[in-house]
Nanobody, 122 residues
Framework: QVQLVESGGGLVQPGGSLRLSCAGS????????IAWFRQAPGKEREGVSC????????YYSGSVEGRFTISRDNAKNTVYLQMSSLKPEDTAVYHC???????????????WGQGTQVTVSS
């Protein structure tokens, strides 16, 4: 059974940092590009960042460029999203998902995790 499990979310003050993890079971994540999407209440799912299967390429949306860093540890079958300088508008449920190649079209992604809540508030 394929599972992606996100963790690391929580409540943080503006300007703070969090590191999200996406762990795979029943699936070898290094066979896939992995993207992080987020969805805030009443808004569409938004692509935030993506890393290629070999980790050689990383992509960021304009809203997080320079603040977020995506990485992967294939030995641990885990992908990370380091988030810094967090803003209230980063508040959302964050999901990781698998695809053959990086893109920000959710319908193209095969496997999804349940998500982890990130709340940025003072």
């Amino acid at each position: 059974q394929v599972q992606l499990v996100e963790s690391g979310g929580g409540l943080v003050q503006p300007g703070g940092s969090l590191r999200l993890s996406c762990a795979g079971s029943g699936i070898t994540l290094n066979n896939y590009a992995i993207a992080w999407f987020r969805q805030a209440p009443g808004k569409e799912r938004e692509g935030v960042s993506c890393i290629s299967d070999d980790g050689g390429s990383a992509y960021y949306s304009g809203s997080v460029e320079g603040r977020f860093t995506i990485s992967r540890d294939n030995a641990k079958n885990t992908v990370y999203l380091q988030m810094s300088s967090l803003k209230p508008e980063d508040t959302a449920v964050y999901h990781c998902a698998t695809e053959e190649h990086c893109n920000y079209y959710p319908a193209r992604y095969t496997h999804w995790g349940q998500g982890t809540q990130v709340t940025v508030s003072s």
